[in-house]
């Protein structure tokens, strides 16, 4: 069965975060070390990160990826700003080691009008560099599937195949799936005929092998809308049965399944979070698997 879990918040402390997903039922949690709105950020002390060890001993949840800031940008034409994503996301990269966060989760980031090939190369170069600086490094980056919105990169499987290659460090690489995001892609997958022409064009492009983590999401836009905006689980134009179809297909058993849905309460006064991994479980154990 899948590990289940959400982005969970972190304010008061990082260890906060682990019991925090503990209380909504998690297994696993992604968090931001962060503030993602700020690109500076102080040093983690010493007690900081054995409250994290500790909580997380304290509540077997397992913190599984961290997700870089908002701000970061490597494919931008403008080098100052490739620089300060490039320092953001090399400190992202070290506060993950310090954490034993096994996967940095980033977005590709927007080319801003350079075009798609120079976007490619301005991420490559970045990464490689990156990944020279953390050699001994547990870490792994993943890059997260996008929607495509604006000049943004990672909307298709093409491109994020060309930055793995162009990294040339495929053992520190992955690929996280958000399924909002690859279905407002133009990537449809409410059938089984779709679904699994949607995995073989990712394991032909990309690799399986790749593919370490998903963010599980419902989408508010249709399908190939380019457009970014998450619903709750079976609310949106993808639908719960589209969504199992990930979860039942034993490729995945033992990979993270992370929700990211917008917080609050349902009508009946329950935690989103709660109500969400609570359908997911359900349709993880309820219908058959996906054939391959």
Known sequence: MPLLGAHVSAAGGLAQALYRG???GCQVIQIFTCNPARWHSRDLSESEIEDFHNAGKDTSVIPVAAHD???INMASPRS???EKSFTAFLNEMKRAEVLLI????????SHMGEGEKAGIEHISDSLKKI???TGD???KILLETTAGQGNNLGYSFEQLGRIIEQTDA???????MDTCHVFAAGYDFRTAVTYNELIRRFDETIGLHFLKLFHLNDSKKDCGSR???????????IGKEALALFLRDPRFNDLPFLIETPKGKNDKGIDWDVANLDLLRSLCCSGPQVQK
Do not use: N, T, W
């Open 131 to 133: 990944v020279d600086m």
């Open 69 to 71: 800031s908002y701000l």
């Open 22 to 24: 503990k209380k909504a």
């Open 227 to 237: 457009v970014d905006r998450h619903e709750q689980l079976g609310h949106g134009f």
């Open 102 to 109: 096994p996967y940095v989760v980033m977005h590709p980031g």
């Open 80 to 82: 100052e700003i490739r």
């Open 137 to 139: 490094s547990h870490v």
């Open 170 to 176: 495929p053992e520190r690489m992955g690929i996280c």
